[in-house]
């Protein structure tokens, strides 16, 4: 009897270390996202892990609030955010509108874990229908400044 408790004890063991090691597996360790100094000296967010705010230190447009992250730590991880969005003629409109952020090419800036490249698409106005994707400020790398 005591051999059965004991093989019973063993199989859960391993049981619940494979499934630990099954949802943790292709996730990379915490990265970050690009680098503190993409964005320095006036930005926020870059060079942290799930970010609820990115700020390119520039005009309000270089700004999004309230992320909230999916599949972090996998090789591509969504966010939707609120960013301030430009009128047609001027000026931004009263509310800022819903973004959607992709974090991709898991690398590293320096030592570093890091999604190195971001991508967003954001509406005309909002509460209208994303657009295209296009790389955040232009930027081909998140490891350094874009300009």
Same mark, same amino acid.
């Given at each position: 009897?005591?051999?059965?408790?004991?093989?019973? #004890?063993?199989?859960?063991?391993?049981?619940?270390?494979?499934?630990?090691?099954?949802?943790?597996?292709? *996730?990379? *360790?915490?990265?970050?996202?690009?680098?503190?100094?993409?964005?320095?000296?006036?930005?926020?967010?870059?060079?942290?892990?799930?970010?609820?705010?990115?700020?390119?230190?520039?005009?309000? #447009?270089?700004?999004?609030?309230?992320?909230?992250?999916?599949?972090?730590?996998?090789?591509?991880?969504?966010?939707?955010?609120?960013?301030?969005?430009?009128?047609?003629?001027?000026?931004?409109? #009263?509310?800022?509108?819903?973004?959607?952020?992709?974090?991709?090419?898991?690398?590293?800036?320096?030592?570093?874990?890091?999604?190195?490249?971001?991508?967003?698409?954001?509406?005309?106005? +909002?509460?209208?229908? +994303?657009?295209?994707?296009? #790389?955040?400020?232009?930027?081909?790398?998140?490891?350094?400044?874009?300009?």
């Amino acid at each position: 009897m005591r051999q059965i408790r004991i093989l019973s #004890s063993l199989v859960l063991v391993a049981y619940t270390l494979g499934a630990t090691l099954a949802t943790t597996a292709g *996730a990379a *360790a915490n990265p970050v996202i690009g680098a503190k100094a993409f964005a320095a000296p006036y930005g926020k967010g870059f060079g942290t892990a799930e970010p609820s705010e990115i700020f390119n230190g520039g005009d309000p #447009s270089g700004s999004v609030t309230h992320i909230k992250w999916s599949g972090w730590g996998n090789p591509t991880a969504i966010g939707y955010g609120l960013n301030p969005i430009f009128k047609p003629h001027g000026g931004y409109y #009263s509310k800022p509108a819903q973004i959607e952020l992709r974090a991709t090419n898991l690398g590293k800036c320096g030592n570093q874990a890091a999604y190195t490249r971001l991508e967003v698409r954001v509406p005309k106005h +909002p509460g209208g229908k +994303p657009g295209k994707w296009f #790389s955040w400020a232009g930027a081909k790398t998140l490891c350094k400044p874009p300009y």
